[in-house]
């Protein structure tokens, strides 16, 4: 059974950087793409970015292309999310999300993810 756990969220002023990661284990093989995804109050979860399994594709909604980067370190089972330039439209729980499908190469929807970690909430203050 695989687990994620997400970790690193927490309250940041605009600009600020933060830095969440999310640690598999159990079946950790078996996991191919994964993600992060966001869900603010009220509205649906959204992709933010994915990574395939070996890190060298990377993908990014608009909104946070140039701010974010996506990494992943498959020795730790850990993907990471860096985010800079913090806006307070990025508060959110963000999630992370992993797919078992060997076909397909980045999650691009929520969908796409077989497993989901609990979320970690990050909250930008103006």
């Known amino acids: 059974q695989v687990q994620l756990v997400e970790s690193g969220g927490g309250l940041a002023q605009v600009g600020d950087s933060l830095r969440l990661s999310c640690a598999a284990s159990?079946?950790?093989?078996?996991?191919?793409?994964m993600g992060w995804f966001r869900q603010a109050p009220g509205k649906e979860r959204e992709f933010v970015a994915s990574?395939?399994?070996?890190?060298?594709?990377?993908s990014y909604t608009d909104s946070v292309k140039g701010r974010f980067t996506i990494s992943r370190d498959n020795a730790k089972n850990t993907l990471y999310l860096q985010m800079n330039s913090l806006r307070p439209e990025d508060t959110a729980v963000y999630y992370c999300?992993?797919?078992?499908?060997?076909?397909?190469?980045?999650?691009?929807?929520?969908?796409?993810?077989?497993?989901w970690g609990h979320g970690t909430q990050v909250t930008v203050s103006s």
């Open positions: 999300g992993a797919s078992f499908d060997s076909l397909m190469l980045l999650i691009k929807t929520r969908y796409n993810c077989d497993y």
């Open positions: 159990g079946g950790t093989d078996l996991i191919y793409s």
């Open positions: 990574s395939s399994r070996s890190g060298g594709s990377t």
